[in-house]
């Protein structure tokens, strides 16, 4: 089966750093994807990891281990316009790989407060 | 960005009518997805498209069918629409690399 999980809400302070946790389990595994979406609008990218490790990209890194099924988005500096829901999204391939299916977890809603 | 548009981007119908969305791609992408997103679900995959007539089911594909006639179109079709069906249906679009997949901007889908 396939089950991606991640907390429902977080809170934190502004200037802060936050870390949202993710934890799948799927048949298969190609790539780990981190997006955010504010409210009334589309998921936008953030990151990508497929290699256990830390990719950092600006204020926003991502982590991965394989080993675990963990992944988790660490947010440096908060900010007001981080308030929004983050998307922990697995791509599983189905056995032969021929294609590129994308799994969503159900989001973490994170507030940030002045 | 990207370049995906869906259509319509609101509809309201009725229950037992029939419903078509429409996404459109400028960008070749191999890869397209309908989900539809639903407090407390997140975004749950309806189905995908791997290539031209190439199709398969997601995990909540009952009521729904899809075609995919040429690269750039992926049409998602409520053959009678019921009011569970009421939702935010987002279409995605990816290659085979690392990019992930770039998203629409949603259509609001309700059924009365």
């Known amino acids: 089966g396939q089950n991606i999980d991640q907390p429902t809400e977080m809170t934190a302070t502004e200037g802060a750093i936050v870390q949202i946790n993710c934890t799948y389990q799927t048949s298969g595994f190609n790539g780990l994807f981190w997006y955010q979406q504010h409210a009334g609008e589309a998921p936008t990218f953030l990151s990508y990891?497929?290699?256990?490790g830390l990719e950092e990209k600006g204020r926003f890194s991502s982590f991965l281990s394989r080993s675990k099924g963990y992944s988790y988005l660490l947010l440096k500096e908060l900010q007001m316009k981080d308030s929004a829901s983050y998307l922990c999204?697995?791509?599983?391939?189905?056995?032969?790989?021929?294609?590129?299916?994308?799994?969503f977890g159900t989001g973490t809603l994170l507030a940030v407060q002045p | 960005d990207a370049g995906i548009t869906q259509s319509p981007r609101h509809k309201v119908t009725e229950t037992g009518t029939p419903v078509t969305l429409r996404c459109h791609q400028t960008e070749n992408h191999r890869y397209m997805y309908w989900y539809r997103q639903d407090p407390g679900h997140g975004l749950r995959l309806i189905h995908y498209?791997?290539?031209?007539?190439?199709?398969d089911k997601g995990e909540v594909s009952d009521g729904y069918s899809v075609s995919r006639s040429k690269t750039e179109d992926f049409l998602l079709t409520l053959e009678s629409a019921t009011s569970s069906q009421t939702s935010v249906y987002f279409c995605a679009i990816s290659e085979s690399t690392g990019q992930g997949a770039f998203f629409g901007q949603g259509t609001r889908l309700t059924v009365v």
């Open positions: 498209s791997y290539g031209v007539k190439d199709t």
């Open positions: 990891n497929v290699l256990d």
């Open positions: 999204a697995v791509r599983d391939p189905p056995p032969g790989g021929a294609t590129n299916k994308l799994i």
